[in-house]
């Protein structure tokens, strides 16, 4: 058989919002979190489901940084792309940035499937920040979209079941430490594209795991899943089983439908065309049980979301999302020494928008008989090394697969891969002490796995060590040694304002506000005597502590100390909206309310403004007694 499917590399390019640098500050708190419901609902859920939603849940990011160096000025760039296509449909793939399929084009009618974001523009809607809308996105490692959201993966090529070849996307999941992969297969003349997923734990342990599939598809279409009932959760964090609504996109607010599938049921989900009836459906193997749509709402607030995602009079969507459990806000065990593997199937479907029809409709254009057919095909192939690399991921699976000498067929670490951020941590490795830096710079990632915080432990006690220390030690649970780990490290440090803002998170923590503010304002102080230029990566530094600090002062009510940082922060970081909107509550705490609406009226955006946050409304309605203006509404639920 002529096998005509063909990988190939290729560009594309978009208005593109720049990345920036990551916080060097360690996440010690967990950042908002909307995907968790409310203890009191769980009482009312399935057993099941109450005790996955209340397994594995996260205490902070650690290891994981947050990305939130990004703006909102785009101009255009060049994003690497991958593209796998045979003679009825082309992918497109960005390993660069968490593997996203950013279009699925059937080419006998030139229809798009996916919604096609026409640019790249960063929001705060990831675990650790930096997301994108668009296209199917890969999201593992905890409830909400993953921490490689705006991160390479690593791809080649691989021999595919048929003698063709697949595309082979793995990374290093850090949060679990888990290794996982997508195998994106594309069979000669079919109409669907195939993933075949797996997560492996190589540990002695068990660990929580977590999958969903997300799929961004244009507004407006009807969505189909063969469910009567779903669990509707909204931003006001609570859990209710519901029937399945006529059309869900007429609900007011941004709201998740989790489609509660019977057992015996296939597991798909369509979006179609309510006149023209054509559209994407996916489809699975009956591992990936759970099904969602996901609604921005008619509200202002989350039409105004929509804009913010993209470009103005650019048409909105919804997303169909397929994951492990039967909602989002669930873990599942994954056993030690276990994998979990599926395959996906994504194409287009002609049908009547009704159930019924488009699920006889998706039985003869892709059989359930077919779907299990390929997993099968496709499992002995999981385990093939890959051929030609076509993207580079992180060093980070290196340096486990180094230090365990665990063997991963299929999806190699190499040593080459081995970078900056992780040479210290393989210094501790091979000599047993962490490597003092050549120059005075914020530090470098902490890691903080059981078996690097031994590492530590039993380092030599520099400074920078039992700063590493206290962070793994807090992120374990054990803050009091943290602390402790902290002071000492203070005693002696070079560099004395990374410890100082790690005591003062551990303040905050405590309910010490004064002994928090003073703190950061000695840690801000310390900083500035210390910073080199204003390069990126102090200018990151400053930001990171700056903000902190201000608002750790400005909580404690010492307005005057808050005024002395704002004027020692870089201009350029005045300028930007995170830092507008301080001030102007800043000027607020300074009895200036005319001078703080003047800072409304000149107009600012927070980039980084968290899905779900409603500072900006309760600043304004500390301001103002009018409405909010509706560039700044983005708020997601009903008014308390």
């Not at 407006?220 to 009567?228: C, D, F, I, K």
């Amino acid at each position: 058989m002529v096998i005509v499917t063909t990988i190939r590399r290729d560009v594309l390019t978009l208005p593109a919002a720049p990345l920036g640098p990551d916080n060097p500050l360690p996440p010690l708190r967990l950042v908002h979190e909307v995907h968790r419901v409310d203890a009191r609902d769980r009482d009312d859920l399935p057993r099941d489901m109450a005790r996955q939603a209340g397994y594995g849940r996260l205490d902070s990011l650690l290891p994981v940084r947050v990305r939130d160096g990004y703006g909102r000025t785009r101009a255009p760039r060049e994003i690497d792309t991958i593209v796998i296509e045979n003679d009825r449909l082309r992918a497109t793939v960005l390993p660069g940035l968490g593997g996203r399929i950013a279009s699925l084009l059937h080419r006998p009618t030139g229809r798009e499937l996916l919604y096609r974001n026409p640019v790249f523009q960063p929001a705060n809607f990831a675990l650790n920040g930096a997301w994108f809308s668009g296209g199917i996105e890969w999201n593992t490692g905890a409830t909400g979209h993953t921490t490689l959201s705006c991160a390479p993966l690593h791809a080649a090529r691989v021999p595919a079941p048929d003698g063709g070849e697949m595309l082979r996307l793995w990374e290093w999941e850090r949060l679990r430490d888990l290794p996982f992969q997508v195998d994106l297969w594309l069979p000669d003349g079919s109409d669907f594209l195939y993933a075949g997923v797996r997560i492996r734990n190589p540990h002695e342990r068990p660990v929580p795991a977590y999958w969903w599939s997300n799929t961004a598809v244009p507004e407006g279409r009807t969505v189909l899943a063969p469910a009567e009932e779903a669990w509707q959760f909204g931003y006001e964090r609570h859990l209710r089983r519901v029937p399945v609504p006529p059309d869900p996109q007429d609900s007011p607010y941004a709201a998740d439908y989790f489609y509660d599938l019977p057992d015996t049921r296939r597991r798909w989900i369509a979006a179609l065309d309510p006149d023209g009836g054509h559209g994407l459906a996916q489809t699975s193997t009956d591992l990936l049980r759970g099904r969602k749509l996901f609604v921005w709402g008619t509200g202002s607030g989350g039409r105004r979301w929509q804009e913010w995602l993209t470009e103005p009079g650019t048409g909105g969507y919804c997303e169909i999302q397929a994951g492990l459990a039967r909602t989002q806000l669930e873990h599942v065990r994954l056993d030690a020494g276990s994998e979990m593997a599926w395959l996906e199937a994504y194409g287009p479907l002609e049908s009547a928008p009704v159930t019924a029809e488009a699920e006889v409709r998706l039985e003869a254009v892709l059989p359930r008989a077919a779907v299990d057919a390929a997993y099968a095909a496709w499992k002995p192939y999981a385990d093939t090394e890959p051929g030609e690399t076509l993207a580079a991921g992180s060093g980070w699976g290196a340096l486990e697969v180094l230090r365990a000498d665990w063997k991963l067929p299929g999806t190699p670490f190499d040593e080459s891969t081995l970078g900056q951020a992780q040479a210290p941590w393989l210094e501790l490795l091979r000599s047993g002490s962490l490597p003092e830096p050549r120059r005075v710079r914020p530090p470098a990632d902490t890691l903080v796995a059981p078996h690097w915080r031994d590492m530590l432990e039993t380092a030599p006690a520099t400074p920078l060590t039992e700063y590493h220390l206290g962070v793994a030690q807090w992120h374990a649970g054990d803050r009091a040694q943290a602390v402790r780990s902290w002071e000492r490290g203070l005693e002696l440090a070079p560099s004395r304002w990374p410890l100082l803002r790690c005591l003062a998170v551990a303040d905050q923590e405590s309910g010490n506000r004064e002994r928090a503010a003073d703190r950061y304002a000695d840690a801000f102080d310390d900083l500035c005597h210390e910073r080199r230029d204003d390069g990126e990566a102090w200018t990151a530094a400053t930001a990171a502590l700056g903000r902190e600090t201000l608002e750790a002062l400005l909580a404690a009510g010492r307005t005057a100390e808050a005024r002395s940082v704002w004027e020692r922060l870089y201009p350029a970081i005045r300028a930007r909206g995170r830092f507008r909107l301080i001030e102007a509550g800043l000027l607020l705490a300074e009895g200036r309310p005319e001078a703080a609406r003047t800072v409304f009226e000149e107009g600012f955006e927070v980039a980084d403004l968290r899905e779900g946050a409603e500072a900006i409304g309760d600043l304004w309605s500390r301001i103002s007694d009018e409405p909010l203006p509706p560039h700044h509404d983005f708020r997601m639920r009903a008014p308390a």
